[in-house]
């Protein structure tokens, strides 16, 4: 099983639309928790950090369930640019500072 | 300011042969990371340096693969005998504060490496 899992997609959205992405992680001393965003042939950059509390950045929040071990992040309001893949990352004490991420799930966002 | 810059932006080289990929982090950042990302996956950790030491190297695939950091500063990923199946993106990501896993990596354009 790998270590974080992600739904690839693709999600095929009109603009304006609410989506969702679900991630799940099998490490349970999992300790840190990230959304990345990487659009076609760039490097992926930091969307959010992702809290226990769940937070919240705009039209974007992102939840944390540690019981289920679980992340999700709610895109509101789809505008043409969120179209990107947008990568689930865990960092483990085991993995000291290296990131470890999903395959990532791609978003298009169309008029 | 300047990000992470990473050189050559594309390399194309025959099976067997030797190369070499260069990072430039940030000024200032004392941890740096190298990433490999193949076609349709997420970019999966290699190997870690804080200032001139690799703190940790538990990412490399095989002894082919081997990185430096002589300076604490600029990096170089070195691969020998190349095989097909090393084509892929290297990303270079850097981090300011030692050994923080809540901080922030910045990722450079990365080197798209093809072995034909």
């Known amino acids: 099983r790998k270590e974080v899992e992600q739904d690839p997609g693709p999600f095929n959205v009109p603009e304006g639309a609410t989506v969702a992405f679900n991630c799940t992680y099998s490490?349970?001393?999992?300790?840190?928790f990230f959304w990345y965003r990487q659009d076609c042939r760039k490097e992926p950059k930091l969307l959010m950090s992702?809290?226990?509390s769940g937070n919240e950045d705009g039209r974007f929040t992102a939840q944390l369930n540690r019981a289920s071990q679980y992340i999700s992040l709610l895109i509101r309001d789809s505008k043409l640019s969120d179209s990107a893949t947008y990568l689930c990352?865990?960092?483990?004490?085991?993995?000291?500072?290296?990131?470890?991420f999903g395959k990532g799930t791609t978003l298009s966002v169309s008029s | 300011g300047a990000g992470v810059s990473q050189t050559p932006s594309n390399k194309v080289t025959e099976k067997g042969k030797y190369v070499e990929l260069r990072c430039d982090p940030i000024?200032?950042?004392?941890?740096l990371y190298w990433y490999r990302q193949s076609l349709g996956q997420g970019p999966e950790f290699l190997i870690y340096?804080?200032?001139?030491?690799?703190?940790?190297d538990s990412g490399l695939p095989n002894d082919r693969f081997f990185a430096v950091r002589p300076e604490g500063s600029v990096s170089t990923l070195k691969i020998q005998r190349t095989e097909r199946g090393d084509s892929a993106v290297y990303l270079c990501?850097?981090?300011?504060?030692?050994?923080?896993?809540?901080?922030?990596?910045?990722f450079g354009p990365g080197t798209r490496l093809t072995v034909l």
């Open positions: 990501a850097s981090s300011a504060r030692l050994a923080g896993p809540t901080d922030t990596q910045y």
């Open positions: 490490n349970s001393a999992s300790q840190s």
């Open positions: 992702v809290y226990s």
């Open positions: 990352v865990v960092n483990t004490p085991q993995a000291g500072t290296a990131l470890i």
């Open positions: 000024s200032g950042h004392t941890a």
């Open positions: 340096f804080q200032g001139t030491g690799a703190a940790d």
